[in-house]
């Protein structure tokens, strides 16, 4: 227990760092931004954006740094992100709730299968290390160093069209209204079938390695010996002995790498034009958007410290030793 | 350093690194055409003129694809410099002092790995205008330092305590001494590969940038892309125009993580993929050697006969 409220606090401490980062950015901006936006968005924006505007990138002279502190820790705990140029006058919560479900689907159950897979191809290169798995590797080598969108890019070209069962962008037939329907399921289902491929492919090389390589140094361990000694079945002493000691670091560095890979999935939903956060995150830096932008940033590191808070839920079933503790 | 050599991964590697470190110097020299003229062969594929083919407004692939090499491979050691030295001295000072010291970079070390480093960058280098190379490397070297931080934390723990150490300590050297001379030096292969790491990183972070067009001054081949994808390269057929420079990218990436495994398994020569496990025995059994011996070279047979431990018989 104590375990975990450590880590608990280590994740309000994180939050409160990302959220503090996200104040100070905008007022690194040299000039006046909020000139040229609203030369840019001519009579577009409200007085009281404006107002807001000022307030975002700390050009209220008014205030002091620290009022403005605490003022965007109320508009925060509000749920009030402001208002997004993009999509005016949507606020960004509205806009960023409308995308999230599409992110979290497709990046959430394409990392967990690619965790599962890699970490279980990891095993048994590992276990039968001289073997034919060992041929993974140069393969898996090229693999995590394609950068994710340009397979993006690739597969499109090679697998969508016209006239091919992969939909080669959206997430949904643009016929059809989103609603959980026998019509909307199979359509979403089916434009998220190349993106997830894409994204399994330059993912689970990773694990693997990773996987490969704590297998390889476990398996030399003295209670290895002992299992087969004791004349074990080889897959009791490959699963329960061995496997079960690799993952350990291995599910510690799933949350960490956590925050590495929504960045190259991110990428991935702009690629096929997929409306998950991405794909907003890309419309937003286009049009300079700061409030959605910020927003955005804030939803994932959000997003991956829950993320991380699982994990340390599955370690804390995975090793006794963090349970005996406290 | 010769055996590091010897070993077939990290030539091969380095090899392929050094013919990148050549184009990103004579590159913008060797390159036919200026980048970003414009000709009148829009989009046509690869012939003898431009043997990379055209963009939509006549530039030549090639030539953008040789001037871009500088910019990537200038960030990308930039930011892994910056990043290394940074991981250092957040790493090896956590793990060798301890106490109050570790506790407060560890926390720090760890809340920096655990916000998403792209958007973050994506953020930054979108409020801040007309960013330039080195201050995009700047930002990604400060962004992504962590990963390599914990691991030179963990290994200098392990460090602390051995003998050597002690002595050291005992002997009242002092503690940058300590730690310049006795634990550094064990330390350059896990530094080493950290740094190669985090090149690799960098590299696809610039060019992350480029290709959603945050940052777009000078030529990389995250600009290729990011024309060819708004120019709708894919929609063209214009196969030429984005399959190059992910390429390049793959083939560095691939140069940097084959000298990660060489490093790997200098250090560890466990991790090396062995030779053939599967033999026959004088009785004509066939033996699958397991886990838990160290195979050292490829050609000579190991030994076979000993059972539970080594081998096993099926």
Not at chain 1, 59 to 70: A, E, N
Request: glycine letters at 10%; aromatic letters at 12%.
């Amino acid at each position: 227990m104590k375990y975990f409220l450590q880590r608990m606090g280590f994740y309000l401490f994180t939050a409160w760092a990302a959220i503090t980062l996200n104040f100070f950015i905008p007022r690194l901006v040299p000039g006046d931004p909020v000139q040229s936006l609203i030369a840019k968005y001519q009579g577009q924006l409200s007085t009281k954006s404006i107002a807001s505007l000022y307030v975002l990138f700390g050009l209220d002279k008014h205030q002091s740094l620290w009022t403005q502190y605490v003022d965007y820790w109320k508009q925060i705990f509000h749920g009030d992100l402001g208002l997004s140029f993009t999509f005016f006058p949507a606020p960004v919560s509205q806009v960023i709730g409308q995308a999230l479900p599409w992110t979290v689907l497709l990046v959430g159950i394409t990392t967990i299968i690619s965790f599962t897979l890699g970490t279980g191809l990891g095993v048994l290169a590992g276990w039968r290390r001289g073997s034919w798995a060992d041929g993974l590797l140069p393969v898996t080598t090229f693999f995590s160093s394609v950068p994710y969108f340009w397979l993006g890019i690739l597969a499109i070209y090679l697998l969508a069209g016209p006239d091919s069962f992969f939909p080669s962008s959206g997430g949904f037939d643009s016929e059809l209204v989103p609603a959980w329907d026998q019509y909307f399921i199979p359509s979403a289902i089916q434009h998220s079938l190349l993106p997830a491929l894409t994204i399994l492919i330059s993912s689970v090389s990773g694990w693997i390695l990773s996987m490969r390589n704590m297998m390889v140094t476990v398996s030399s361990e003295d209670y290895i010996t002992v299992a087969h000694a004791k004349g074990l079945p080889e897959r009791r002493v490959a699963l329960s002995y061995a496997a079960r000691n690799a993952l350990l670091p291995s599910v510690s560095g799933f949350a960490l790498a956590l925050g590495f890979i929504v960045g190259g999935t991110l990428l991935v939903e702009i690629v096929f034009s997929y409306p998950g956060l991405g794909f907003t995150l890309l419309q937003a830096v286009g049009a300079k958007d700061y409030p959605l932008m910020q927003g955005i940033f804030l939803i994932i590191t959000i997003a991956v410290l829950v993320a991380n808070l699982l994990a340390d839920v599955a370690y804390l079933l995975l090793d006794p030793r963090t349970r005996k503790e406290g | 350093m010769k055996s590091f050599l010897r070993n077939g991964k990290a030539t091969a590697g380095l090899a392929i690194l050094g013919v990148y470190l050549l184009f990103a110097i004579i590159g913008p020299w060797i390159a036919p055409y200026d980048p970003s003229a414009r000709g009148n062969d829009l989009v046509k594929g690869p012939s003898a003129a431009h043997w990379l083919g055209t963009t939509h407004l006549g530039q030549d692939v090639l030539s953008q694809l040789l001037v871009g090499t500088r910019s990537v491979v200038y960030v990308g050691f930039l930011a892994a410099i910056i990043a290394t030295v940074l991981s250092v001295l957040v790493g090896v000072a956590a793990g060798y002092l301890g106490g109050k010291t570790d506790d407060t970079l560890s926390v720090f070390t760890n809340v920096v790995l655990v916000i998403p480093a792209v958007p973050l960058m994506i953020i930054i280098t979108s409020t801040l205008n007309d960013v330039s190379d080195t201050l995009i490397a700047v930002i990604i070297g400060l962004t992504c330092w962590s990963w390599n931080a914990r691991v030179l934390r963990a290994q200098t723990l392990s460090l602390r305590r051995r003998d050597f150490v002690e002595a050291a300590r005992a002997s009242g050297e002092r503690t940058w001494r300590i730690i310049g001379f006795e634990l550094l030096p064990n330390l350059t292969a896990v530094i080493a590969s950290g740094f190669v790491g985090t090149v690799i990183f960098a590299v696809l972070s610039e060019i992350t940038l480029a290709f959603i067009g945050v940052v777009n001054n000078g030529w990389n081949w995250g600009t290729i892309l990011f024309w060819a994808q708004g120019q709708q390269a894919l929609g063209q057929d214009a196969w030429w125009w984005f399959v190059p420079a992910g390429l390049a990218i793959a083939v560095l990436g691939m140069a940097l993580a084959l000298i990660n495994f060489g490093i790997d398994e200098f250090v560890s020569p466990r991790l090396r993929s062995a030779g053939k496990t599967k033999l026959r025995t004088a009785r004509g059994r066939t033996v699958r050697m397991r886990i838990g011996f160290t195979p050292v070279l490829g050609g000579a047979p190991p030994p076979a006969k000993e059972p539970a431990l080594a081998g096993e018989a099926k």
